[in-house]
C-alpha cells in the first residue's frame, strides 16, 4: 500500500517533482500517488499542508 494524498492538497506539485521513482502525477484536482510508490515518504516531507499520509 503506498501513501495516500488527501483532499488537504493544494497542487503545488512539491511533492511530484520530489519523488524518486516518478509516482506521483497531477490529478484533477488534486494530485495523486500510483502504485509505483516505493514508500519512501519524500513526498510526505516536503508537503507544505501535510495532506500526504503514511500507508
Not at 520530489?18 to 516536503?46: M, R, W, Y
Amino acid at each position: 500500500m503506498s501513501y495516500k494524498i488527501n483532499a488537504e492538497c493544494i497542487a503545488c506539485g512539491s511533492c511530484a517533482a520530489t519523488c524518486p521513482v516518478g509516482a506521483i502525477s497531477e490529478g484533477s484536482p488534486i494530485f495523486v500517488i500510483s502504485e509505483d510508490c516505493v514508500e519512501c515518504g519524500a513526498c510526505a516531507a516536503v508537503c507544505p499542508v501535510g495532506a500526504i499520509t503514511a500507508p
